[in-house]
């Protein structure tokens, strides 16, 4: 609620300044404040679910990397089985080969231990001689290309028995990368999912804010419109006097003088003209736009409207009268008391809302009024 009269000349679009101070909406500044995280919000829902199409992009190549390797899988298994089944086809063969083998064998040795010499020292003649020495030639040979054959075969199943399955290996431990990656993809993917849902939650908090915010700020603006009504219909004459009414600043010796109201003027269009100055900063002993204390800011908001009031807060306290029912909007609310008199002065502007000049450091600022000493009422 503090921030809520500020918020609306923001809210309105009105900028009003004066000797170079520009008006300060703290609720606007809230309000921007909650656009900004909101928007960052945002940016980071849109961060994370660009990342969240990067990886389903790099989780589609995995997963066409799976199904091609698959299909690789099965076509080796193919090869392993039609591999498998020409091995055992040349097995058979080869069993077949030796069981002639061992046959004829058997055949040359039938009689006893005879060799291959036997055969060539048992011959009648030369021609003999010639014909078996060409056939035990002949036979050797075939020994020997049965051997080989079957050493070559054996081989051969052993090489490729052990490339089909070392490929099959291979593709194997593959497919289990790709799978594992595959996983991890997805479960990075489940993350960046937690991770929007929380920065949706985040958006949307500040997206309630700021509509809030804004209900705030549309409320106050119809009030501050009133204000503005209030303060435009204040008869010409009252602006007029004006230059006539205004306090010679610089004279602190000046008795105060008897509150005389203007007609048509109302507290709210006095706490409408200061509060122009929200933002202008505090100064000790100012009574300008260039920089206010606290009973110089009370002091030239009234004088604007032709009603003089004393210098200091130790003064103003005895001007109007006091209030003993519920507050109106410009009456004077005073601080700090002490032995002199209050030391601190501010307007009350309504909504338990009171506009002051506070400190060395701050600026003029509409707050929430604390406990005050005494409320005096300038207009009746």
């Known amino acids: 609620m503090h921030k809520k009269l500020l918020a609306a000349f923001v809210a309105l679009g009105i900028t009003l300044s004066f000797s170079g101070n520009a008006f300060a909406s703290p609720l606007q500044d809230q309000y921007n404040s909650s656009l900004q995280?909101?928007?960052?919000?945002m940016k980071n829902v849109q961060a994370l679910e660009s990342q969240i199409e990067i990886m389903d992009g790099e989780i589609g190549k995995v997963n066409d990397t799976i199904t091609a390797t698959d299909k690789k899988i099965s076509q080796t298994k193919s090869s392993i089985a039609a591999t498998q089944r020409k091995l055992d086809e040349a097995k058979v063969q080869m069993d077949n080969e030796e069981k002639i083998y061992?046959?004829?064998?058997?055949?040359?040795?039938?009689?006893?231990?005879?060799?291959?010499?036997?055969?060539?020292?048992?011959?009648?003649?030369?021609?003999?001689?010639?014909?078996?020495?060409?056939?035990?030639q002949k036979l050797m040979q075939y020994d020997k290309n049965i051997i080989q054959n079957f050493d070559s075969q054996k081989q051969h199943i052993e090489d490729v028995s052990k490339d089909l399955a070392k490929k099959n290996n291979d593709l194997v431990y593959l497919q289990n990368q790709n799978k594992n990656k595959l996983q991890d993809l997805n479960d990075k993917k489940a993350k960046?999912?937690?991770?929007?849902?929380?920065?949706?939650?985040?958006?949307?908090?500040?997206?309630?804010?700021?509509?809030?915010?804004?209900?705030?700020i549309d409320a106050e603006t119809k009030k501050l419109q009133a204000i503005k009504i209030a303060a435009a219909v204040t008869p010409a004459k009252v602006i007029q006097n004006t230059a006539n009414n205004t306090i010679n600043n610089n004279n602190n010796n000046n008795k105060p003088s008897p509150i005389s109201t203007p007609s048509g003027v109302s507290g709210?269009?006095?706490?409408?003209?200061?509060?122009?100055?929200?933002?202008?900063?505090?100064?000790?002993?100012?009574?300008?736009?260039?920089?206010?204390?606290?009973?110089?800011?009370?002091?030239?908001?009234?004088?604007?409207?032709?009603?003089?009031?004393?210098?200091?807060?130790?003064e103003q306290v005895g001007s109007g009268v006091p209030v003993t029912g519920n507050l109106q909007p410009g009456d004077l609310l005073f601080f700090e008391p002490s032995s002199s008199g209050p030391q601190h002065v501010g307007m009350y502007v309504g909504d338990n809302m009171f506009i002051e000049a506070p400190h060395t450091g701050a600026n003029v600022r509409i707050v929430p009024i604390r406990p005050y000493c005494a409320a005096r009422r300038i207009i009746r």
Not at 195 to 212: F, N, R, Y
Not at 278 to 294: A, R
């Open 37 to 41: 995280q909101y928007q960052n919000a």
């Open 102 to 136: 061992g046959q004829r064998i058997r055949a040359m040795y039938m009689n006893g231990n005879v060799q291959y010499l036997s055969v060539v020292l048992n011959c009648n003649n030369f021609s003999d001689f010639v014909s078996n020495i060409e056939l035990v």
């Open 192 to 216: 960046q999912n937690n991770l929007i849902v929380e920065a949706k939650a985040e958006e949307a908090k500040h997206s309630s804010e700021m509509k809030s915010i804004q209900a705030a």
């Open 268 to 314: 709210m269009a006095v706490v409408a003209f200061a509060s122009q100055y929200v933002g202008v900063p505090y100064l000790w002993g100012g009574t300008t736009p260039n920089g206010f204390d606290c009973s110089g800011l009370v002091q030239y908001a009234y004088a604007r409207f032709g009603i003089s009031l004393p210098r200091t807060s130790q």
